[in-house]
């Protein structure tokens, strides 16, 4: 069964710097795609970014990018410039590609708190 | 805009009561999956439905029913509400393709007494 690990609860940084979160994943199967999501103080949930398994080029989008280690099973999330309003909960989530439910397995999220 | 609409956002239940939580999407996607999230901890799959008239079990049905009347809208149904059913319950809908992310609503936050 797939399963998805994000070891770090939480991290502090400060403003303007890059942070990077981890995620570690399993699953057998040799396909699947990995997203990272946002949860706000408000409780609003977002997508932020996707990475393909069978894709070598690290995704980016804005000032955010992915660190995809293929033989570590491990997808990280870095923010470079860090602002106040990055502020929140990150989540790692997993989808296999010979399913045809649409689900999407999440991690238990890294708290991030991004101080002045 | 296309969007996931859930009510309502909040409920206080007794135990042994009947709940039902709504969601209605109108992004036309064919995929909808209700979650939910225990303070602290992550989004756990309870059921998803990918047609109309059709629902599926999630990681962790029991307890819960789900209706999918339509392709817009489906519920989820808590028979006989439990204290351990307190948490936040999240909608989500995602268009078929593999490399599709979710829409989620804003939640819905159930505190059983």
């Known amino acids: 069964a797939q399963k998805v690990t994000q070891t770090q609860t939480s991290i502090s940084v400060v403003e303007k710097t890059t942070v990077t979160m981890d995620c570690v994943y399993e699953?057998?199967?040799?396909?699947?795609?990995l997203f990272w999501y946002k949860q706000t103080a408000s409780g609003e949930i977002v997508f932020l970014i996707r990475?393909?398994?069978?894709?070598?080029e690290n995704a980016t989008v804005g000032h955010y990018s992915l660190n995809f280690q293929k033989p570590k099973s491990s997808i990280g999330l870095i923010i470079t410039a860090t602002q106040i309003e990055d502020s929140a909960v990150y989540f790692c989530?997993?989808?296999?590609?010979?399913?045809?439910?649409?689900?999407?397995?999440f991690g238990d999220g890294t708290v991030l708190t991004v101080k002045p | 805009e296309a969007a996931v609409t859930q009510s309502p956002r909040s409920k206080v239940a007794v135990t042994g009561g009947k709940v039902t939580l709504s969601c209605h999407q109108t992004?036309?996607?064919?995929?909808m999956y209700w979650y939910r999230q225990d303070t602290g901890h992550g989004l756990r799959l309870i059921h998803y439905?990918?047609?109309?008239?059709?629902?599926e079990k999630g990681d962790i049905p029991d307890g819960y029913k789900a209706s999918r009347p339509s392709q817009e809208n489906f519920s989820l149904i808590l028979e006989l509400a439990s204290l351990s059913q307190t948490a936040v319950y999240f909608c989500?809908?995602?268009?078929?393709?593999?490399?599709?992310?979710?829409?989620f609503g804003s939640g819905t936050r159930l505190l059983v007494i």
């Open positions: 989530a997993m989808r296999e590609y010979n399913t045809n439910t649409g689900k999407l397995t």
């Open positions: 699953t057998r199967d040799s396909s699947y795609f």
């Open positions: 439905s990918y047609v109309a008239d059709s629902t």
């Open positions: 989500a809908s995602s268009d078929r393709g593999q490399d599709s992310d979710y829409t």
């Open positions: 990475q393909d398994s069978y894709k070598k």
């Open positions: 992004n036309n996607h064919d995929y």
